[in-house]
């Protein structure tokens, strides 16, 4: 029996499009302008500081804005631009420049499952403080009191075993009684491995993908955990 719900964010909560036509634009606009105002912030070195080691060279702060661009261009998945795109999203939330896009299947669900008992967790490659935001600030209001806890690559990347151990290590739950959600076969073979149940999200949007032996869900209403 299902006693928590995992789910990734973008292609399953919310649509691909969001993430790569507002987000990640949105964030690469405000990049170079926000290491120049911010760069010496502590929160901000540090993160600056961490990409300049993952570029793997010395680089001043315009080589390294540059390095930066490349990578959102290129959709990386690495933890400190991660970590700088959820500090820039931030002004752009606050100032109603976008809201968080969820389908609108996904607050109905989350409030359903929330009263069965269920508890969910949110497993993105987006840092937790983004991933607040962006369920802080949807067009169905604050979804983030529905949630029990979040997850980033700090737990390892989507698309390894052992962060998916780790996940059910944290949660106190066997596998066997966890759902994971995602439109990606990579991360669902991951999670399926350690023994969790999984259900593969096919929202049309973006390329077809082959679900291999996970269960598909075109909404969270085809979800039954
Ligand atoms: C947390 S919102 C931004 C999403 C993001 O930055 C991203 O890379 C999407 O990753 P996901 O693991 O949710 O597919
Ligand atoms: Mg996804």
Same mark, same amino acid.
């Given at each position: 029996?299902?006693?928590?719900?995992?789910?990734?964010?973008?292609?399953?909560?919310?649509?691909?499009?969001? #993430?790569?036509?507002? &987000?990640?634009?949105?964030?690469? !606009?405000? $990049?170079?302008?926000? +290491?120049?105002?911010? @760069?010496?912030?502590?929160?901000?070195?540090?993160?600056?500081?961490?990409?300049?080691?993952?570029?793997?060279?010395?680089?001043?702060?315009?080589?390294?804005?540059?390095?930066?661009?490349?990578?959102?261009?290129?959709?990386?998945?690495?933890?400190?631009?991660?970590?700088?795109?959820?500090?820039?999203?931030?002004?752009?939330?606050?100032?109603?420049?976008?809201?968080?896009?969820?389908?609108?299947? #996904?607050?109905?669900? &989350?409030?359903?499952?929330?009263? !069965?008992? $269920?508890?969910?967790? +949110?497993?993105?490659? @987006?840092?937790?403080?983004?991933?607040?935001?962006?369920?802080?600030?949807?067009?169905?209001?604050?979804?983030?009191?529905?949630?029990?806890?979040?997850?980033?690559?700090?737990?390892?990347?989507?698309?390894?075993?052992?962060?998916?151990?780790?996940?059910?290590?944290?949660?106190?739950?066997?596998?066997?009684?966890?759902?994971?959600?995602?439109?990606?076969?990579?991360?669902?073979?991951?999670?399926?491995?350690?023994?969790?149940?999984?259900?593969?999200?096919? !929202?049309?949007?973006?390329?077809? +993908?082959?679900?291999?032996?996970?269960?598909?869900?075109?909404?969270?209403?085809?979800?039954?955990?």
């Amino acid at each position: 029996m299902v006693q928590a719900i995992v789910t990734d964010i973008e292609g399953t909560t919310s649509s691909l499009s969001f #993430v790569k036509e507002v &987000l990640f634009p949105y964030s690469a !606009r405000q $990049l170079p302008g926000f +290491v120049r105002v911010h @760069g010496q912030q502590p929160e901000v070195r540090r993160l600056l500081d961490e990409a300049r080691q993952v570029a793997g060279g010395a680089l001043d702060d315009e080589q390294l804005v540059a390095t930066l661009l490349r990578w959102i261009e290129e959709d990386r998945k690495l933890g400190p631009l991660k970590g700088l795109q959820g500090l820039l999203w931030e002004a752009g939330y606050r100032q109603g420049d976008f809201q968080g896009h969820v389908y609108e299947d #996904v607050p109905r669900r &989350l409030r359903e499952w929330r009263e !069965r008992g $269920l508890r969910l967790y +949110v497993y993105s490659s @987006g840092s937790v403080y983004a991933q607040k935001l962006l369920f802080g600030h949807t067009r169905f209001g604050d979804l983030t009191p529905l949630f029990s806890g979040y997850f980033d690559t700090g737990v390892g990347g989507k698309r390894e075993t052992a962060s998916y151990a780790a996940i059910v290590r944290e949660l106190g739950l066997p596998a066997a009684q966890v759902l994971f959600l995602s439109d990606v076969r990579e991360e669902l073979d991951a999670a399926a491995a350690v023994g969790l149940r999984t259900g593969c999200l096919t !929202r049309g949007e973006g390329p077809t +993908v082959d679900p291999g032996p996970h269960p598909v869900a075109q909404s969270f209403d085809d979800v039954q955990p």
